[in-house]
């Protein structure tokens, strides 16, 4: 016990110093279950709860029990730009609280072994205003990304060590982006551009969890990559009147933005009945945002179709996380992450300021009664600053149309879950 | 168990220790070994801040030394008082109000947009007599020489609206506000007096006197250097620290390259015509302008041709004062040639870009001589002109009302414009002076304003 106390706080410290280097995580959120999150997000080699539908849904008919959970969290994020030396500009984004959710519930099919469960969740999204008449705001003033994940889920239990468990996903998303168009008004007006548009599209969510012992279980899951293809969304121009012409009124535009794939590895263990430890890897297949496109459907001179490299690359993501039952009724949590950012330098835009972040959560469950819990989680995000020269800018072809400075993120993200087993 | 209570005390505590790295801070310019208690700018048009052919309020307020001085008062600066005039449409010398875009509807119905002015008459920005000392002393309309003469207010209604006495120099009542720090921006109109007229004046000259040149001559050498001379001695001796900066070439000027000089174009029959019109006048069939179909160049007036006029040849420029419904009506630059004072000919181009080089050559070698920081702008707006500058994610050219630099008059800066040569200037402060002046944002200045 000692030793896996060490070990945690060992590589708390060592993810500390190694994070002076630059780092991220795109849109992506890992958020999927309050007792995951409190453990630094991980549970795919051990199901925890029936959040395990979204994180591995092998997990779910290896479970004791079927459930009904349903939790959300609260995110305060703070995102910082500083311009080049010698300059004294500072911009911050406004802080919009957003409030990604997670629902899930289980039962047991008549089918022997056959469980049947039921995923509500939000994996990816963004939501970023920069203030008013910011630097950059002909890139960007804010975006908005939004994706709801419902996955009804089957799961099997082979023998009494093996289950292997599989979702369809119907993926909802909605994008806004608010853009400020460098022409003036005589009206004082701020001439701008809103690009506004939603989508569905399915994918599947897949997995396999095993107990090799007692004392050590190991999974794997793998969620595919969803194209959320907008097609015909809302492209509202603000401009002067006498540019009307220039851009007409009721355009469209046609969108797509991956929701890359995942291949999670987790590896759980029991050193002791009170202690359980997780060892869990993501890796995001980042690689296929490659370009940002906006295609209008009336172009003009000034209304030129969009096309911007994103260039993220696949990345792994490394967490620990451990939970101690304290009493019977209370059990405590601590976890802590990296995630390397997808993003290269060259690369980094003012809706993905994209910096290599590092993890730290704690939380705790009280279970009211024996079937009734709740959860509560808190994650602290931090960064390093992380600076976009002018020169990677135009190493990488993007000077003009990326943000050239520094950034910084930092996020408290709280959360709650009422957890009801029956 | 305790220790695990322990440790899941410590978790909060860890938090907060977790913070490896300080959040980010604004960085507090510093002055380095300049003083930037009292800056003086002196100059002319472009250091008053005036813009779309007036003296206004919104431009004085967006001048470039008003905008470096907003930054000097980051580290030090003192207050930078300047002869505002009040809310409104502002006044050019002749009386006129500042140009906005205007919609106005062609004789076949289209809608065109167009520089127009804002109001019937200019606002009386003359009879409101101003006591300095002040920290602005762009004085529009000024040559070099205009600096150090006595009296130059009783010529010049924008100095005397602001001058300390009858007898007072530009010069003099600038070092009233005792500078100790300058920024120098003179000599454009010493070229551009002679340009904007079409090089209808004296071109450039080694040798003359200040008190026969005329509005459109190009300022001579020998007056040019003396009056450069005594301003740059005058602030040395001063003690004060500085900033020399140099002229723009008028090639990167939208006043001169915004009309095209082969803007003249033709149908097959069209061309037909006019060669058929120029011989039926009388004209010899081998000095006949070789009208063909597609773009040709205007028809100009040119005394050296043996008929008075000719075709314009790439290279050449028509001035943005012509005026349009001639061209387009009237048969300008196609039956009838475009006047003198509207063109600028090869020959006159070289007068311009010969006394532009010399002048910005006197410039450097004084900034050298005493110390003072260069700024050559003059390079920048060519960049500008050649292949567009960008500046926080904005595209900016020296084309005319698109390109963000230049004002409606085609010759002085937008607000834009004007951000643009005070961050050039900032940076010659710091990299002379030790300083860490800010840039601005250049995206939180406008450029031309659309109705």
């Not at chain 1, 991980?42 to 009904?68: R, S, Y």
């Not at chain 1, 390397?340 to 469950?365: A, K, N």
């Not at chain 1, 819990?373 to 990488?396: F, G, H, K, W, Y």
């Not at chain 2, 004296?202 to 001579?220: C, K, L, R, S, Y």
Request: aromatic fraction near 10%; hydrophobic fraction near 40%; charged fraction near 15%.
């Amino acid at each position: 016990m000692k030793n896996t106390l060490t070990v945690i706080a060992a590589s708390l410290l060592v993810l500390c110093l190694s994070a002076t280097t630059v780092l991220a995580g795109g849109y992506q959120l890992n958020l999927l279950g309050q007792r995951q999150i409190a453990m630094g997000h991980t549970g795919v080699g051990m199901p925890l709860d029936v959040a395990t539908i979204g994180l591995n849904p092998g997990g779910l008919a290896t479970l004791d029990h079927n459930a009904l959970l349903f939790g959300a969290n609260a995110t305060f994020i703070s995102t910082y730009y500083r311009a080049p030396a010698p300059s004294s500009y500072l911009a911050k984004t406004d802080s919009d609280i957003r409030t990604p959710f997670g629902l899930y519930a289980s039962y047991d099919t008549p089918v022997e072994n056959l469980r049947a469960g039921l995923g509500v969740y939000t994996p990816y999204g963004n939501a970023l205003r920069w203030e008013d008449g910011w630097k950059y705001r002909f890139l960007l003033r804010e975006i908005s990304l939004t994706a709801i994940f419902i996955q009804p889920t089957l799961s099997y239990r082979i023998g009494d060590r093996i289950g292997i468990g599989a979702g369809l996903i119907v993926a909802y998303g909605a994008v806004n982006l608010q853009r400020d168009i460098p022409v003036d008004a005589q009206d004082g007006e701020t001439p701008m551009v809103e690009l506004d548009g939603s989508t569905t599209a399915i994918g599947f969510n897949a997995g396999v969890h095993g107990k090799i012992n007692d004392r050590v279980s190991i999974g794997v899951a793998y969620r595919s990559q969803i194209d959320m293809e907008v097609s015909g969304g809302d492209a509202d121009f603000t401009v002067p009147v006498s540019l009307s012409g220039n851009f007409p009124e009721g355009n469209r535009f046609d969108a797509s933005l991956p929701l890359p794939a995942v291949l999670s590895i987790g590896l759980g263990l029991k050193p002791s009945d009170q202690l359980r430890v997780n060892l869990d890897a993501n890796l995001t297949f980042w690689s296929a945002y490659e370009n940002l496109v906006f295609e209008f459907e009336q172009n003009t001179a000034t209304v030129q179709d969009l096309n911007e490299p994103r260039n993220f690359n696949d990345r792994w993501i490394f967490r620990i996380g451990g939970e101690y039952d304290a009493t019977d009724w209370l059990q405590l949590r601590l976890g802590s992450y990296f995630d390397p950012s997808p993003v290269d330098e060259g690369y980094i835009t003012p809706e993905t300021p994209d910096l290599d972040r590092f993890g730290i959560s704690t939380g705790f469950g009280f279970a009211f009664t024996p079937q009734t819990s709740l959860n509560a989680s808190v994650l602290l995000v931090l960064s390093n600053p992380r600076e976009q020269t002018e020169q990677a800018a135009i190493d990488a072809g993007t000077y003009g149309s990326v943000p050239v400075g520094e950034f910084q993120t930092r996020a408290w993200i709280p959360g709650i879950s009422i957890y009801h087993r029956f | 168990m305790k220790r695990f209570t322990q440790l899941f005390l410590l978790v909060p505590a860890l938090m907060v220790l977790v913070q490896c790295d300080p959040s980010m801070t604004e960085r507090t310019p510093d002055a380095g070994q300049a003083d930037f208690s009292s800056y003086v700018a002196i100059g002319n048009s472009l250091t008053a801040g005036y813009s779309d052919n007036a003296l206004h309020r919104d431009g004085q307020l967006n001048s470039f030394p008003a905008i470096i001085a907003g930054q000097m008062q980051q580290a030090g600066g003192g207050d930078f008082f300047q002869p505002l005039v009040n809310p409104g449409v502002g006044s050019n010398a002749a009386g006129q109000a500042k140009l906005i875009l205007q919609v106005s509807i062609g004789p076949d119905g289209t809608p065109s947009l167009a520089p127009g002015p804002a109001a019937a008459e200019g606002q009386d920005i003359f009879s409101r007599q101003q006591e300095g000392p002040f920290n602005n002393m762009g004085i529009p309309g000024a040559r070099s020489f205009h600096l150090v003469a006595p009296g130059y207010g009783n010529l010049n209604p924008f100095f005397g609206r602001i001058m300390s006495s009858g007898e007072a120099t530009v010069l003099g009542d600038a070092m009233m506000a005792g500078p100790s720090f300058f920024t120098l921006w003179v000599g454009n109109n010493d070229v551009l007096g002679y340009a904007t007229n079409g090089g209808t004046g004296q071109g450039f000259a080694e040798m003359g006197d200040p008190a026969q040149v005329a509005g459109n001559d190009i300022t001579p050498q020998n007056v040019f250097n003396g009056a450069i001379d005594g301003v740059t001695a005058t602030i040395a001796a001063s003690g004060a620290d500085g900033v020399v900066i140099n002229i723009p070439d008028v090639t990167n000027i939208p006043f001169f390259t915004t009309v095209p000089w082969n803007g003249l174009v033709l149908t097959a029959q069209q061309a037909q015509q006019l060669r058929a019109g120029y011989a039926a006048q009388g004209v010899p069939e081998p000095l006949i302008p070789d009208f063909q179909q597609g773009p040709n160049g205007f028809i100009i007036a040119d005394a050296d041709s043996p008929i008075g006029l000719r075709m314009a040849q790439q290279g050449e420029l028509i001035l943005l004062s012509v005026p349009q419904d001639s061209l387009r009506q009237a048969g300008w630059g196609s039956v009838t040639p475009i006047p003198n004072q509207f063109t600028l000919r090869g020959s006159q181009i070289a007068e311009i870009q010969q006394a532009t080089q010399a002048f910005n050559a006197k410039l450097e070698a004084n900034a050298a001589n005493f110390g003072f920081a260069f700024v050559d702008v003059n390079s920048t707006l060519a960049t500008a002109s050649n292949q567009g500058m960008v500046f926080d994610g904005v595209r900016l050219t020296t084309q005319f009302v698109q390109g963000g630099i230049f004002s409606l008059d085609g010759v002085h800066l937008t607000p834009r414009g004007s951000a643009v040569v005070a961050n050039q200037v900032i940076e010659a402060i710091n990299e002379s002076f030790g300083s860490t002046l800010s840039p601005v944002n250049i995206s939180a200045y406008e450029g031309v304003q659309f109705p």
